[in-house]
């Protein structure tokens, strides 16, 4: 599968993924090396991971714990499918207040509070944002452990992550 890394360092990378698998192709066993947040930007695609099985469309997040296995399907969708990736180290998580057990993987679907920030994230990768892909990925990344709580975890934090959205979906404008 073509991929672009657009920014690497030693706790996070950003990979731009860009599949064009259908239906004519044998799915295989991947894993997932870091912790990761891919979010799907365009097409469809299945998920086996867990146990479970997931379907991910356009503004849907897929959600990986090291070492666990995963299998990417595409029976249904012939046009394949594009996502953002951030891969992040332990520490870096540990230091967004997100605990690895609530880390699992799995799938979200669309939801607004996270296609908000995937979508700053992918205006900052192309350029088109004042925000860095490093500070849109830890927006992402922390709004996604809010989510797995089931709300915003610190009222403060949470303000200030909505502040600083606003900030830079405002310079995107």
Do not use: N
């Not at 672009?4 to 860009?18: C, F, G, H």
């Not at 499918?81 to 997100?98: H, K, M, N, R």
């Not at 509070?113 to 900052?124: K, S, T, V």
Request: hydrophobic letters at 40%; one cysteine or more.
């Amino acid at each position: 599968m073509p991929a672009t890394t657009l920014l690497q360092s030693e706790s996070l990378e950003v990979v731009d993924y860009r599949c064009h698998a259908g239906p004519q192709v044998t799915p295989f066993v991947e894993h997932h090396e870091r912790y990761s947040l891919a979010y799907v930007r365009s097409g469809s695609f299945g998920c086996i991971t867990r146990g479970r099985r997931f379907e991910l469309v356009c503004g849907s997040v897929l959600f990986g714990h090291p070492g666990d296995e995963y299998l990417c399907t595409h029976e249904h969708h012939r046009h394949g499918d594009e996502c953002l990736s951030f891969q992040l180290d332990p520490e870096l998580v540990a230091s967004l207040g997100i605990r690895p057990a609530r880390w699992l993987s799995g799938a979200l679907p669309p939801l607004a509070q996270l296609m908000m920030l995937g979508e700053l994230a992918q205006a900052a990768a192309d350029g088109h944002s004042d925000v860095g892909l490093d500070e849109a990925g830890m927006l992402l990344a922390r709004r996604f452990g809010e989510t797995l709580s089931g709300g915003h975890a610190a009222a403060a934090r949470g303000e200030a992550s909505r502040a600083l959205a606003g900030r830079a979906l405002e310079r995107v404008g």
